[in-house]
């Protein structure tokens, strides 16, 4: 079995396209893009006199942007994981006073982008199968338009096991506590439980099995990120950004008593890196949607064994 592994793409519609060529081009079965579907910022747009303005501020100091080239401003948002919310001024102040509208809008954009993704996926007949997971930034509530997508050929992975050819794929979205108060968030016993739970006795061969963690284990290659103060700022020491393991202790423990064939993992995005823990290859391809690069890792799989990887880059 091939696959190909992208995570933490970030809402951009320039990688999730190059993951589909990347996917035809090396003839894969499966392609699995992880973790953190959603992009991280929202553009309120307004018209004015038949002009586009980007809008920001409060309602007692609202500031707005002349748009030069609105459909070229459209196309480089998408590309790099950015929603445009295009309101009227009264719509625009109306969300500032209300969250919930504003957070309704939001929802909407990312489900809508969602669309156009499968869309995409299914106006080609493909000869791979897409498998989807979420990630701990993206929002609960989108996890019912995710299962909507399901298909024959489209598959989700939300904290369950997955069954392909004679592997299975063990998906699990959420990560220690952030920062950022992100949506799946959870303590390490509580990680450790829920995995344990999805296990059950599902798995009929761990040397058939690979796990699809959003988060990496703890204190490896894979975990390395910022460390951030308490005003949200990246801290510096010596000069150089002080780096800090932010995985979990309990995906790591599970991953020593299980040894699946492959564990693949996302989060930190300054982390590529591949590494052994005992038998089990785990790999983080990291992310680098802002610069509209996709990262991502090839596998050729057979029974029990991994014949090849590679890292690739685009």
Not at 4 to 12: C, E, K, M, P, R
Request: aromatic content about 10%; glycine content about 8%; proline content about 4%.
């Amino acid at each position: 079995m091939k696959i190909f592994f992208v995570t933490d793409i970030h809402g951009s519609s320039l990688l999730y396209l190059k993951a589909l060529i990347v996917a035809k081009d090396l003839n894969i079965d499966l392609l699995i893009i992880s973790g953190d579907l959603s992009g991280k910022e929202v553009i309120p747009v307004i018209e004015d006199n038949g002009e586009k303005y980007i809008v920001s501020g409060g309602s007692n100091c609202i500031q707005k942007e002349k748009i030069k080239n609105y459909p070229e401003f459209l196309r480089d948002s998408e590309d790099y994981g950015k929603y445009i919310l295009e309101l009227t001024f009264k719509q625009y102040v109306e969300c500032l006073n209300d969250q919930l509208k504003a957070d309704g809008l939001i929802l909407g954009a990312v489900i809508e982008r969602l669309k156009n993704w499968v869309k995409e996926y299914n106006d080609e007949d493909r000869d791979y199968k897409l498998l989807l997971c979420p990630g701990n930034d993206d929002l609960i509530e989108l996890d019912s338009a995710l299962n909507g997508f399901r298909s024959k050929n489209i598959l989700i992975g939300i904290n369950n096991i997955v069954n392909f050819k004679e592997f299975q794929i063990l998906n699990y979205s959420s990560v220690p506590f952030t920062p950022w108060a992100t949506p799946r968030e959870k303590t390490e016993e509580e990680i450790e439980i829920e995995i344990k739970r999805i296990i059950g006795g599902n798995i009929e061969r761990m040397g058939n099995c690979i796990f699809n963690f959003h988060c990496p284990p703890y204190n490896t290659l894979l975990d390395n990120a910022p460390l951030i103060d308490k005003q949200y700022k990246i801290v510096f020491k010596g000069g150089e950004i002080k780096k800090v393991h932010v995985g979990s202790k309990a995906i790591l423990k599970l991953i020593k008593d299980s040894q699946p064939l492959l564990s693949l993992h996302g989060h930190t995005h300054e982390s590529c890196a591949e590494t052994f823990i005992q038998k089990t290859l785990c790999v983080n391809p990291g992310s680098e949607y802002a610069q509209g690069i996709l990262r991502g890792y090839y596998f050729d799989l057979s029974e029990n064994c991994i014949n090849k990887f590679h890292r690739l880059e685009r």
